[in-house]
């Protein structure tokens, strides 16, 4: 039997290559709308209802209206916008952030997809909250950088097209201090706040990379970088997406930089601990098209499904 997926907002980055990966499934019909009756509620609806899986890859209005649409049991949605990341009744679509995720994800109709500086960041933390290592009250920072394509069509034509000056430094943004990643970045770790987060773009197509700073002195008494290390290893052994790098990284440090593009077009996010006698960096590195999300909710798919999680990724 095949399952019926519709992409809501197929015509975007997320939409477009969720499209890619599902079209040579043999167990997927992917339900298309005319090009032009793509804003129509009724037609929409339509294929809302019809399918078994449905993505929205919207903005986050327009999310919230395709939510309403549908009344059929059957279809699971799958946000790939930030409307619903921190809402009751939508799961979130991190199947390895805790004990009990896969199941909420299986039985839920309604999952919200991570964002991409999100999933990074909760990769990084979630374990060692959990592992009571890092205080739930620790004020945290986080910085982010990621490659030109998380900004959607307007940006990637933007550097694209070549001929700004101001592209060809890395840009910081999100200075209001209000990024749209924040409330999620809390609520998903189990921080009492969000992180002062500073996200930066630069004038590389996709690759996403997000560091945590740390002291040693304003953790859990006693915490070493060893044991921030163990806490992550054993948080997500056996996972087949995350992959937790050697303490101090051999290989990043005899090359001297750090590689934000090594987990391109893959579904995996490498987390690493680099450390001296008084302080931390954690870092964590993923695809922000792929695990940062087409590749993230093709996995949420899947395991909702209850198909093999790696299908198609």
Known sequence: MAYKVFVDGQEGTTGLRIHEVLAGRPDIELLKIDP?????????????????????????????????????????????S????????????????????????????????????????????????????????????????????????????????????????PRPYGLTLAHKHLPEMAAHTGLDNAPLFTPVVANF???????????????????TPQQLHAALAAHYEGERFVRVMPLADPDTLAGGFFDVTACNDTNRADVFVFANATQVLLACRLDNLGKGASGAAVQCMNVHLGVDEGLGL
């Open 205 to 223: 197509y996709k690759g996403l990379a997000v560091t945590v700073p740390l002291h040693l002195s304003q953790l859990a008494p006693g915490t």
């Open 82 to 169: 930030t409307a619903h990341r921190t809402q009751a009744g939508w799961a979130y679509g991190l199947p390895e952030l805790a004990h009990g995720q896969r199941a909420a994800l299986r039985h839920s109709k309604r999952i919200a997809n991570p964002g991409c500086h999100a999933t990074a960041f909760i990769l990084l933390l979630r374990p060692l909250v959990d592992a009571r290592l890092v205080p739930k009250n620790l004020p945290v920072s986080a910085h982010s950088i990621t490659g030109y394509s998380g900004g959607g069509k307007s940006m990637i034509a933007q550097y694209q097209a070549g001929g700004d000056p101001k592209l060809d430094a």
């Open 36 to 80: 032009e009756r793509r804003k129509d509620p009724a037609e929409r609806a339509k294929l809302l209802n019809a399918a078994d899986v449905a993505f929205l890859c919207l903005p986050d209005v327009a999310a919230r209206e395709a939510a309403f649409l549908v009344t059929s049991e059957r279809t699971c949605l799958i946000d790939a």
